[in-house]
């Protein structure tokens, strides 16, 4: 019996990436953000308690005391940062800024095919094909890993093949 063709609709970029640096990171939704302005307390995540970080709504967008609503979409951190800074500095003298991630955003993914469990997971952004092949139990025995396409974006125009017995 011929063996039949997995397939991966992975929903973001980053899925087949390897780990981007601090300039390279692209903010995405559900990034929870530790942000500290230098003598305000007031406004800043605190370090004891985790609660107190900014998160990045699915729209993209995420509001911060003094300027409102910032649009992190397509921002690396230092993006992000110059924004709020410059945001900021309408109503601190020289703010001086630190923003970490402290919990990264997730991506959905849809595993369809010779797959044991079909369906959409969400995987912490910057796992890989091989995380969302995992997260849907691996392979069936009539799977054919070497015919798997990752389509990213539902971009039918941007298809990739991958030998998964190469992995």
């Given at each position: 019996?011929?063996?039949?063709?997995?397939?991966?609709a992975?929903?973001s970029?980053l899925a087949?990436?390897?780990?981007?640096?601090?300039?390279e990171y692209?903010m995405?939704p559900?990034?929870q953000?530790?942000?500290?302005v230098?003598g305000h307390?007031?406004?800043?995540?605190?370090?004891?308690?985790?609660?107190?970080?900014?998160?990045?709504?699915?729209?993209g967008?995420?509001?911060?005391?003094l300027?409102?609503?910032i649009d992190?979409?397509?921002?690396t951190?230092p993006?992000?940062?110059?924004?709020?800074?410059?945001?900021?500095s309408?109503?601190?003298?020289?703010?001086?800024i630190t923003?970490n991630?402290?919990?990264l955003?997730?991506?959905r993914?849809?595993?369809l095919?010779?797959v044991?469990k079909q369906?959409s997971?969400?995987?912490?952004?910057g796992?890989r094909a091989?995380?969302?092949?995992?997260?849907?139990?691996?392979?069936?025995?009539?799977?054919a890993?070497?015919d798997?396409?990752l389509?990213r974006?539902?971009d039918?125009e941007n298809?990739?093949k991958?030998h998964?017995?190469?992995y």
């Open positions: 019996m011929r063996k039949l063709i997995a397939a991966l992975l929903g970029m087949f990436c390897g780990v981007a640096t601090a300039e692209y995405t559900g990034d953000l530790q942000i500290y230098v307390p007031d406004i800043s995540s605190t370090r004891a308690n985790n609660d107190s970080s900014y998160t990045v709504r699915p729209d967008k995420m509001n911060f005391p300027v409102g609503e992190t979409n397509g921002l951190l993006e992000f940062t110059t924004i709020l800074t410059n945001k900021l309408e109503y601190i003298i020289n703010p001086n923003v991630v402290a919990k955003g997730t991506t993914v849809f595993v095919g010779e044991t369906g997971y969400e995987l912490t952004k796992h091989l995380d969302a092949l995992g997260a849907a139990g691996g392979f069936t025995k009539k799977a890993k070497k798997v396409y389509i974006n539902g039918a298809v990739r991958l998964l017995n190469d």
